[in-house]
């Protein structure tokens, strides 16, 4: 075909042109197409998540309201289960009531002394309670044993035999006791200055009789509001009988256990009161029985005397500062696990200590580990005690001169 001024056209440019332009119409509407379904996918999901969390609340709803339906319980304590179906209770209105049990409880839990909750029109034992002893007296317990035995404690040979004797051998070898009819003392009261070795002593004990460890310390008993810490003595001596054989040890026992005054203000008399209700628990222990009672303190001068006599904590055991042997048994202890260089000498080391405690020279060992560690050294040497020495014991350290004037003389 021609034109009017005489070229010719082509048509087939044009219907080339005409579906390319159909062919991009078409993908730009696909493209819009697959966003929208792409949207309508995220929102068909969105609701489809909304829609499980709503079933589960309405679930959750419906599960509340049955239990709002239901009766309360009657709160009972089983006295005694007298077979596979029944058991002796006592309500907590008094009276005793001979009931059944539901076969969905554990009749395992279902103890003497169990707290249960009974059907208020048949009386049946439908649930068994939780203990309601205080968690905090729970968490006194110490689940893992000690990790301290007596050849970690240096320089306390007497004392670590007393306390054998006392509060090991009771729970280890009772017959021993039971065949010459003595009986030995119900709590044992480890005195001494801070860091001499008390608690140490107390954690050995336990760990050589695989006893139950319940720790705690004499402030945690001074409670804010009235008849608390004695209620918490109560549970504490319960939880002992309970997980015997065990020993109990108060640690810091002044805190709750300082002599009476009569013109105490109303946080000292509650602090009596928690006293009163230590000694009448610490009275009500059988001698025998498989609970060891420690006490510890650094002050048995203000203690009261209703505390320390027979019967109570009539054994007392002092731990001393240690000697110049005695230290040196405790550097060889806190040392041993550490590189020496051949120039430390333990004589030296004890001597430069003088009125040291245990706990004094476990820092001092760790000082001088730290400085050689400051200073990139494969060993420890002995001017690295000297400095730890210095830092640790203050006026109280003897430097070189002094002990070379003495006669003692480095190896």
Do not use: C
């Not at 056209?9 to 044009?14: F, I, R």
């Not at 959750?60 to 179906?85: A, Y």
């Not at 020993?247 to 509650?270: C, H, K, P, Y």
């Not at 110049?324 to 202890?333: G, L, N, S």
């Amino acid at each position: 075909m021609k034109s009017s001024s005489g070229g010719s056209v082509s048509y087939g440019d044009d219907y080339s042109r005409f579906m390319q332009d159909k062919m991009k119409q078409l993908e730009d509407t696909n493209l819009l197409l697959k966003e929208k379904l792409g949207k309508i996918e995220r929102e068909w999901r969105y609701h489809q998540d909304m829609r499980v969390r709503y079933e589960r609340e309405l679930r959750k709803l419906k599960s509340e309201l049955e239990k709002l339906r239901n009766p309360p319980l009657i709160v009972g304590t089983v006295v005694n289960k007298i077979d596979d179906k029944r058991m002796l209770v006592r309500s907590s209105t008094g009276p005793k009531f001979v009931v059944t049990y539901s076969q969905f409880i554990d009749a395992a839990e279902a103890v003497p002394g169990a707290q249960v909750g009974l059907n208020q029109q048949s009386l049946a034992v439908v649930s068994v309670l939780p203990s309601a002893k205080d968690p905090s007296v729970h968490g006194m317990e110490v689940i893992e044993s000690p990790d301290v035995d007596y050849s970690m404690i240096g320089g306390l040979s007497e004392q670590i035999e007393a306390i054998r004797e006392v509060v090991e051998l009771p729970l280890t070898a009772p017959e021993r006791f039971e065949r010459v009819g003595v009986e030995p003392p119900k709590g044992v009261l480890l005195t001494g200055l801070p860091g001499t070795g008390k608690t140490l002593l107390a954690k050995a004990v336990a760990k050589r009789t695989s006893a139950t460890f319940i720790r705690i310390v004499g402030s945690e008993l001074v409670q804010k509001y009235i008849g608390e810490g004695a209620r918490i003595v109560r549970e504490l001596f319960a939880l002992a009988k309970e997980k015997a054989p065990s020993i109990l040890f108060i640690d810091e026992l002044d805190a709750v256990a300082a002599r009476r005054v009569e013109d105490g203000t109303s946080g000292e008399r509650e602090v009596q009161r928690t006293m009163l209700q230590l000694l009448a628990e610490i009275d009500g222990f059988n001698t025998r029985g498989n609970v060891r009672i420690i006490g510890a303190t650094n002050r048995p001068d203000i203690l009261d005397p209703a505390l320390l006599r027979p019967g109570r904590f009539d054994r007392i055991i002092e731990t001393p500062l240690p000697d110049i042997d005695a230290r040196m048994e405790i550097f060889k202890i806190h040392t041993s696990k550490m590189k020496l260089r051949k120039d430390v000498d333990f004589d030296l080391l004890a001597a430069l200590s003088e009125n040291a405690t245990g706990a004094d020279i476990k820092a001092i060992a760790t000082e001088a580990g730290m400085m050689a560690v400051k200073k990139d050294k494969k060993a420890i040497g002995m001017d690295d005690f000297d400095v730890a020495i210095k830092k640790m014991m203050g006026d109280e350290h003897r430097n070189y001169v002094n002990m070379k004037e003495m006669g003692v003389m480095f190896a």
